[in-house]
């Protein structure tokens, strides 16, 4: 009896383990609602706080109630998230692959390929219908931003917003240093020259340079990449890779005389908090000049809401375009270069209602969306030029990165091999910090890159 | 004499050395929710409370730990269960192949817990239907940690003598009676450190619990814990100390009363 | 084994089950014996050696989470395998690995945690509570905060470390990363050997260690005559288990993200570099395989080393 | 209270191990009977397998009118005391007598009163709430007993019940038991590894060795008539002399002395064959003149046993101990002589007694 009694006893737990969490799940989508769903990642107290409470506080009942009165029954539920990229990558990832995952979700644009590839997303005139194509929004949104959601030549997402990298300066530090308070560069020299007189006038950081593999991504995007746009070159062009170049070899030479010639601070590049360090240390007015994107005027030096703030943000914190090399030798002949990312947004292939989660999409980006997102100092640039215009006026940085920073930005190469491009650029100038010499990092750079991108056949050097 | 005295000095200057070894990379836990600006630095707070006043107002902050307690009680109890009814028999009965099976189980749930086995462990919970399920979470994650806990419960076993249950057998108690009545009271320090190695082990566990659940009402601390940052990656240090010190109530609580209640230790005081 | 002669009153059912009964203290018997393991073994079964089995799959394609490859992931036999352990900094990282295991591990938490439980061990009260409060704390605060917690500690210019002893600028992470991951993680794990060895403590019975202080015998020679033999088995579980886990430990990222120059990028955190942030899932599969296969031979030796005492 | 029966009791340990090899015994109701044996000689192998902790190769257990062979330790009706008492450490003294009766299901007031009852009856009610790290051996012991004590068993089992306890508490211990179970009247069954206590304590007792019973009968029985050389070296606090000889006609040849052939075995045995003369030195006369049929040689050793004394005398370089009261002890060196009793000394033969 016992014995038969201890049997089942286990027996029904481990049915129950597995049964009842079968059970568990039911699925949605019921006959005349259309259930939406929507991800993104934010999430309210948090990260991106405010997308995700202009998602659930206005996006969701205004997009519920202009369906309404066409005669829709559609809700809408938001999937907040608050992680890393790399980790919300893979969590879409994952729940692309397994055909599940949002109706409608952002992602950074530099993924795009890879998605597509990997057939995560598809383009949107293909199974949205033309709709997707015949948007009127597309007139208002810069080619170059387009390009961002596209891939071999093809939409698969709208861009929600866009960004551009500038040199920061403390004119405080500045004035001390007898700089001038409108500094604007024209070559990489005049920058050294800077560095140099804020070092003579005691300044702890003349300049920081993102180096080093700590920083990660922000390591290329604030760093090496605008650099060697600066000198001409480009991680990769006409699929083929930029080996141990001379565009190269000059930005890892720029980092050498910084961090040879002790106008930067190396150890904060090798530290794992090295970035917020630099943030803060330039918020406590240690740093001169520091390359960032327009997010550090607005989430980290912001008087109110940064994570870093200054009071006195607008009276000391100075900008500048990043110069070429020499001018006229930058990326197209340019005097000026920057490096852009964005997010976009898309429709999931997988969704039961694409044509309702694309409207959902073009809502969000509709100017009342866009000029509802980025009120009360939630400023920040919009794909949409019109909208642009309108509300970054009370902005004096963001109208300078949209007016003069983006006609000369650049975009990564949106492909999957690229983070592992990015991680081998990040390996060359953490090895010139370490006081490698120039041609020394960028001949192992080189070596890298034939490792990653499949051989010698796909660099030009 | 003189002797007693020194060692007497000796442990207590050890104990100071050991306190403070554990207590000094604490104190910015303590002094940072209490700062208006906090950096990574140790500085006298200035004992203001509306860095709590965020975390309450905080709409996942709160609810997200008591998800932490069901996810990880929920996990403990499980492993404990099992583990304990598996470690018994495992102890007590000699099956073919016990030892190689529970070493290469060990080495196997090394895998597991490595960056590399989402993608299996995501698409098994997708096909068994258990995404956005606690429930399928609290079984996944049992199944990860069960391979160490029959481990270190079967030591435990082990070294319990078996006349306590002969004894019960002769009086006649069922198997069952016996692991009930006698084994687990006897083994209950062990089963204690095996449920708060649970519930450290799941508390903290963010990967998993991230990529099983979406809905973020029922994501745990961990998981919110990682939301606290800005779009550019840089911590928010008011809502992070803050969280985090209330973060770790509950565990300590938790310890305190698990010590208090089932840690005690037995001595048989038998052999004489 | 049969015996012929019963007597008469024997009841009958009895005559089926001559010998049937088994002979382990409880009375369990084989077949009860695989009930109790039974739902273990189909948890472990569906979530553990099946999901560890298809990581080591894996490891033979040249599957990512993006791109091509996720779509359509090609069996690329061993060549992971080959280009993992023909890359030297695989080697590096298994060399870091091991100096972090012996220095936090079998050194730190091992030998810390066995003294605190010996120094607490006939304690009760505030203090005992307070040391082992403070050791778990350390153990169960979730890492993303921990990190925080030792970045505040060991900062060059602002850390309490440098404040307390007057070094202002000396960069510990960076000079010493191995070092600082070392007493980081020794920190952060003890509790775990001090609650082992608490537990295994108060199962060496008292009246052994009376006697042997009655022998006259020392403090360490107490703990190697009467403790040490007693709690074995203990150790052996403990040294396993913590070495595997340090093995596998990912947290030495969040302090110094394996850096300076990968000089503290232990390989949980160079699978995590190349799984996670490359998105080479296959690569870092085949990573995981030797790294598997390292803890195999850690494990092995282990056993030998404390069989071979009995 | 029931009869214990055993037939052809059969243990193989897997590996080939023998330890009962076919024993047969029977229990009559009521006895007290021993297991005496040294260690590894299979007395406790013999009790656990009566008690079903070891399963039977072969042959039957019987207890009273059932045959047990292939019952579970639980349905034997009967009740063990373990050699380290197995008192579960966390249930206080009532909880502990109480538990067989908690898995007879019987009442928790009903078990507290039983529990009362019996504790009382140990001198155990002052100590009913403590746990049992809180007791002393002796209590432990005789919480044990009480624990025994509460199941009614059919018989009792006893495996070293005194071994765990020190040297004084154990002659008292002996004393109580013994009378406790003649107070009692339950078959018990008891395995020790020293001879005292089973001539002491037991009605009856079996001597072991090896997996066979070399021996059964009364404590005065195999004191007085070891049936082997076996049982002649193991019992006894002073072993027995046990010296070669060889028959010659009416008489023995011992160690250079002839004796006369005991009365035990006169007539039995042939002249030539070889024997062992045994005679325990409690049955020796030790005088320092000679003596008719004594053996004499010089004293080497005096043990001093308290009221008598043991005195070892070299003879023809063999050893021959005898017992020698108070007062009358030689020195070493003396020579000295020891005539045994004639109506106590046995001869063996191969080994058996003749």
């Excluded at chain 1, 980025?374 to 030029?385: A, E, F, H, L, V």
């Excluded at chain 1, 492909?415 to 100038?429: D, G």
């Excluded at chain 4, 008292?172 to 001879?195: M, S």
């Excluded at chain 4, 409690?282 to 004394?309: C, D, Q, R």
Aim: proline residues 6%; charged residues 20%; neutral net charge.
């Amino acid at each position: 009896m016992v014995r038969k009694r201890s049997m089942s006893v286990v027996a029904a737990i481990a049915a129950a383990g597995l049964g009842l969490a079968a059970c568990g799940q039911s699925s949605g989508g019921g006959g005349d609602t259309v259930e939406l769903t929507i991800a993104a990642n934010a999430i309210a107290g948090g990260k991106n706080s405010a997308s995700a409470e202009h998602i659930t506080k206005w996006v969701i009942p205004k997009f519920e109630e202009a369906q309404k009165a066409k005669g829709k029954d559609v809700t809408v539920k938001f999937v907040p998230s608050g992680v890393d990229d790399e980790q919300y990558k893979t969590k879409l990832s994952l729940d692309l692959k397994s055909g599940k995952g949002a109706d409608v979700f952002d992602f950074d644009s530099i993924w795009v390929g890879e998605f597509a590839e990997a057939g995560y997303v598809k383009p949107l005139s293909e199974f949205v219908g033309p709709e997707a194509d015949s948007w009127d929004g597309w007139a208002q949104i810069p080619g170059a931003v387009q390009e961002m959601a596209s891939f071999n030549g093809k939409k698969y997402a709208l861009p929600v917003g866009t960004d551009g990298r500038v040199l920061y300066f403390n004119k405080t530090l500045f004035a001390k240093a007898g700089l001038p308070a409108d500094w604007q560069p024209t070559s990489w020299q005049e920058i050294l020259d800077a560095s140099a007189k804020l070092k003579s006038a005691g300044v702890p950081v003349p300049i920081q340079l993102n180096a080093g593999t700590a920083m990660g991504e922000a390591t290329s995007m604030q760093g090496a990449l605008p650099l060697l746009a600066g000198a001409g070159g480009e991680v990769q062009q006409d699929g083929k890779w930029s080996g141990a170049s001379q565009p190269v070899k000059d930005v890892l030479g720029l980092y050498q005389k910084i961090y040879g010639g002790g106008l930067g601070d190396p150890k904060l590049q090798q530290e794992a908090k090295g970035r917020d360090k630099s943030f803060q240390q330039f918020a406590e007015g240690e740093v001169g000049i520091l390359l960032e994107g327009d997010y550090f005027w607005r989430s980290v030096v912001n008087p109110k809401t940064g994570v870093a703030p200054m009071a006195d943000r607008d009276q000391t914190v100075g900008y500048a375009m990043i110069p070429a090399i020499e001018p006229g030798k930058g990326i197209h002949g340019q005097d000026f270069v920057s490096m852009s990312g964005g997010g976009v947004r898309t429709v999931n292939p997988n969704s039961a209602h694409p044509k309702e989660a694309f409207e959902l999409l073009t809502f969000m980006l509709s100017p009342d969306a866009l000029r509802e997102e980025t009120k009360d100092g939630n400023m920040r640039i919009t794909p949409r030029t019109d909208v642009n215009k309108e509300i970054l006026a009370g902005d004096p940085l963001l109208t300078f990165v949209s007016e003069k920073v983006l006609p000369v930005t650049a975009y990564r190469p949106p492909l999957a091999v690229y983070t592992q491009v990015s991680v081998a650029l990040q390996e060359a100038t953490a090895a010139i910090v370490s006081g490698t010499a120039p041609d020394q990092a960028a001949a192992d750079y080189q070596k890298k890159l034939e490792g990653i991108v499949g051989g010698a056949g796909n660099i030009a050097s | 004499m003189t002797r007693f005295v020194l060692g007497r000095i000796g442990f207590y200057t050890l104990i100071a050395v050991l306190l403070a070894f554990f207590t000094i990379p604490l104190l910015w836990l303590v002094t940072a929710p209490f700062t208006s600006n906090p950096t990574y630095e140790v500085k006298v707070p200035d004992f203001t409370l509306e860095n709590f006043q965020a975390v309450i107002d905080h709409p996942y902050a709160l609810p997200s730990l008591w998800n932490s307690v069901v996810l990880s009680v929920g996990t403990a109890l499980l492993v404990v269960l099992l583990a304990a009814l598996a470690a018994y028999a495992l102890s007590r009965v000699r099956l073919p192949g016990r030892d190689a099976l529970l070493y290469a189980l060990l080495l196997l749930s090394s895998i597991i817990t490595g960056t590399a086995a989402m993608v299996p462990l995501f698409q098994l919970a997708v096909e068994l239907n258990l995404i956005d399920s606690q429930f399928g979470l609290i079984l996944i994650l049992t199944g990860g940690l069960l391979p160490a806990a029959i481990f270190m419960m079967k030591d435990f076993m082990d070294s319990t003598p078996k006349s306590y249950e002969e004894s019960a057998r002769v009086f006649g108690a069922s198997p069952l009676q016996i692991v009930r009545h006698v084994v687990v009271p006897l083994v209950r320090p062990g089963l204690a450190t095996i449920g708060v190695w649970a519930v450290a082990n799941v508390w903290g566990n963010f990967l998993m619990p991230y990529l099983l659940l979406s809905d973020v009402e029922k994501q745990p601390a961990a998981v919110i814990t990682y939301t606290l940052y800005t779009e550019g990656g840089q911590a928010n240090l008011k809502m992070l100390s803050t969280f985090g010190l209330l973060y770790s109530v509950p565990v300590v609580l938790m310890y305190l009363f698990v010590s208090k209640k089932y840690g005690f230790r037995f001595h048989g005081g038998i052999k004489r | 084994m049969a015996q012929a002669t019963s007597p008469p009153e024997v009841v009958q059912e009895d005559r089926s089950r001559r010998g049937g009964y088994s002979s382990d203290a409880a009375g369990l018997g084989r077949g009860r014996a695989a009930a109790f393991v039974a739902p273990a073994l189909l948890l472990i079964a569906v979530f553990l050696v099946f999901p560890a089995l298809w990581v080591l799959y894996l490891g033979l394609t040249n599957y990512r989470l993006t791109g091509a490859a996720a779509a359509e992931p090609q069996f690329v036999g061993l060549d992971n395998l080959i280009e993992a352990v023909t890359t030297p900094e695989l080697w590096n990282s298994t060399w870091l690995t091991l100096q972090f295991v012996l220095g936090s591990a079998v050194i730190g938490q091992v030998v810390l945690g066995f003294t605190i439980a010996w120094l607490m061990r006939d304690r009760t009260g505030p203090l005992k509570r307070a040391v082992e409060g403070l050791v778990i704390l350390a153990w169960i605060l979730p890492s993303a905060i921990v990190s925080f917690l030792w970045v505040a500690l060991l900062d060059a210019d602002d850390g309490t470390l440098n404040a307390m002893l007057g070094i202002p600028g000396f960069p510990w992470l960076l000079d010493h990363p191995m070092l600082s991951i070392i007493i980081f993680n020794t920190w952060r794990g003890t509790a775990f050997s001090m609650m082992l060895y608490g537990a295994a403590l108060g199962n060496v019975p008292p009246s052994h260690l009376e006697s042997a202080r009655l022998a006259g015998a020392s403090g360490w020679q107490q703990l190697r005559d009467v403790v040490f033999p007693h709690i074995r088995g203990h150790i052996l579980t403990n040294l396993l288990l913590i070495s595997l886990w340090t093995f596998n430990d990912f947290s030495p990222f969040l302090l110094t993200a394996g850096g300076p120059d990968g000089r503290s990028e232990v390989l949980a955190v160079h699978v995590y570099k190349v799984a996670l942030q490359s998105g080479e899932l296959g690569h870092g599969a085949a990573v995981s395989t030797v790294i598997l296969l390292i803890n195999l031979v850690v494990a092995v030796f282990y056993l030998r080393l404390l069989r071979s005492k009995k | 209270m029931a009869a214990i029966e055993l037939r052809a009791l059969t243990k193989v340990y897997p590996g080939g191990v023998k330890a009962l090899d076919a024993l047969d015994l029977t229990i009559p109701e009521g006895e007290f009977f021993a297991l005496l044996g040294p260690s590894g000689c299979g007395k406790t192998t013999l009790l656990r397998t009566i008690a079903g902790l070891e399963t039977a190769t072969g042959g039957a257990v019987v207890i009273g009118d059932r045959d047990v062979t292939n019952l579970q330790p639980g349905a034997r009706d009967i009740a063990m005391v373990f050699q380290d008492y197995a008192l579960f450490p966390h249930m206080d003294v009532t909880d502990n007598i109480g538990y067989p009766l908690r898995i007879k299901k019987v009442a928790k007031p009903a078990r507290r009163e039983k529990a009362a009852e019996v504790g009382a009856r140990l001198g155990l009610d002052h100590l009913m709430d403590r746990r049992p790290g809180q007791l002393s051996g002796g209590q432990q012991q005789r919480v044990a007993l009480a624990r025994v004590m509460a199941t009614q068993a059919q018989a009792f089992l006893f495996d070293e019940p005194l071994s765990n306890l020190d040297a004084r508490l154990r002659l008292e211990a002996r004393t109580f038991l013994k009378k406790l179970q003649r107070e009692l009247g339950v078959t018990t069954v008891f395995v020790t590894h020293d001879q005292a206590e089973a001539l002491a304590m037991a009605d009856r007792m079996a001597v072991m060795e090896a997996g066979h019973i070399r021996q059964i009968g009364t404590p005065a029985e195999v004191f007085q008539r070891p049936a082997n050389t076996f049982v002649a070296s193991f019992i006894g606090s002073t072993p027995m002399n046990l010296l070669d000889g060889v028959v010659r006609g009416d008489t023995l040849e011992v160690a250079g002395h002839s004796v006369a052939v005991p009365t035990s075995a006169k007539g039995r045995v042939p002249d030539g064959a070889e024997i062992v003369y045994g005679v325990r030195p409690e049955y020796m006369t030790y005088a320092a003149e000679p003596a008719e049929g004594a053996f004499g040689g010089k004293v080497a050793i005096v043990e001093n046993l308290g009221a008598t004394h043991l005195v070892t005398l070299d003879v023809n370089d063999v050893t021959v101990q005898a017992i020698v009261p108070e007062g009358s002890e030689p020195a070493i060196g003396d020579d000295g002589y020891a005539l045994p009793r004639h109506d106590r000394a046995l001869v063996y033969r191969n080994g058996e007694l003749v």
